[in-house]
């Protein structure tokens, strides 16, 4: 049993524990720090979209397009839906030729309240562009339309019909995507268990210790190809430049990196998975938290994760204690309860941050 990460507490007891697996990795595959089974293969759902990311840079397609920092950021994001948000995507799709009709990823509500209200007092509805994958999927646009080469048809296929089904395992742009996947992990997806994620592309199981390390590769260079390793830099650097893409108001992924920059690359999936990179340590973190929790468990373990690892100023301190050991407030306002980091946990911190 993976032993507990988290712990919820409400009027000085635990209330309630998370249990779940962590795995620390340099770009070799050395284990530098683990908590839980590591081997056990999860699905990593959009933690990993920094991944799915590299063939849109690596193929040349990103600098035919002239895509901008804030696009190859939201690329890489699990969006707000924001108008923000919905504008970068749109440009893309324009750059590419094509519009929000060609997003295969599904609609919902923005994730942000007020983002979702204001939607409605409009008498609008949700599109395609509100999903909070709609960027990954835009890059998947702008791979494709790299891929088909622009002007021209492979096999008398407008680019319209070229990109028709883009979401299946087994169409041109899914298989470099996969491919991507597949280098940077170093695990063999070919029998990996394979699901279909909830923007509809395929997702794999995928052991802890070989995310951990794919992203200690990202952030390092180390071990990938060179088109990869520059593709992984400039992903990143845009990232740094426009964290509010990859998330968005009030949320972790964005808040961590304005203020770590490049120190930090950091991307929570569905069902409580959360990796990241930390280039100047050369490592790379996976998380899996067993009941799926995202919003409190994920955020708490790696809040902690990057208070152990990372050196951290004052500034970057006042952020991050909040993180890891955040309150808890009912509809009154009132502090109830809070969370932290639970005993094992705590235990990766024992040592000063490398």
């Given at each position: 049993m993976n032993p507990i990460l988290v712990e919820v507490l409400r009027?000085?007891?635990?209330?309630?524990?998370?249990?779940?697996a962590l795995a620390v990795l340099d770009a070799d595959g050395a284990v530098v720090a683990s908590l839980g089974d590591i081997e056990r293969p999860i699905f990593a759902r959009s933690a990993v979209k920094l991944l799915q990311a590299l063939p849109l840079v690596g193929s040349g397609a990103a600098d035919r397009l002239a895509l901008t920092d804030e696009e190859l950021a939201v690329a890489c994001a699990s969006h707000n839906g924001e108008p923000a948000h919905t504008q970068v995507v749109t440009g893309m799709l324009a750059k590419a030729g094509l519009d929000a009709d060609a997003l295969e990823c599904g609609a919902h509500?923005?994730?942000l309240?007020?983002?979702?209200?204001?939607?409605?007092?409009?008498?609008?509805?949700p599109s395609a562009l509100h999903n909070n994958c709609s960027g990954k999927h835009a890059g998947f646009l702008c791979l494709a339309c790299g891929m088909h080469g622009g002007a021209g048809s492979p096999g008398g296929l407008n680019l319209r019909q070229y990109v028709r089904g883009y979401v299946a395992p087994d169409h041109p742009v899914m298989r470099e995507v996969t491919a991507s996947v597949q280098a940077t992990t170093g695990f063999d997806l070919t029998n990996a268990a394979l699901g279909t994620d909830g923007c509809s592309i395929p997702t794999f199981g995928i052991p802890l210790r070989h995310l951990a390390r794919a992203f200690a590769r990202m952030g390092t260079g180390a071990h990938l190809s060179a088109g990869h390793a520059r593709a992984a830099q400039r992903l990143r650097a845009a990232v740094a430049r426009a964290p509010f893409m990859v998330a968005g108001t009030?949320?972790?992924d964005t808040r961590v990196m304005e203020q770590l920059g490049?120190?930090?690359f950091c991307k929570v999936g569905a069902e409580g998975v959360f990796c990241a990179a930390l280039p100047q340590q050369g490592l790379g973190v996976a998380i899996k938290i067993d009941d799926g929790n995202n919003a409190r468990a994920a955020e708490v373990a790696m809040a902690a994760v990057i208070e152990r690892f990372v050196a951290l100023d004052g500034g970057d301190a006042a952020l991050m204690t909040p993180l890891s050991h955040p309150l808890l407030t009912n509809w009154n306002g009132i502090h109830v309860g809070s969370l932290?980091?639970?005993?094992a946990l705590v235990a990766l911190g024992s040592a000063d941050p490398t």
């Open positions: 009027g000085g007891a635990v209330e309630s524990r998370h249990r779940g509500w923005p994730y309240d007020t983002a979702t209200r204001a939607l409605a007092a409009q008498g609008r509805e009030g949320r972790f490049e120190r930090v932290r980091p639970a005993e």
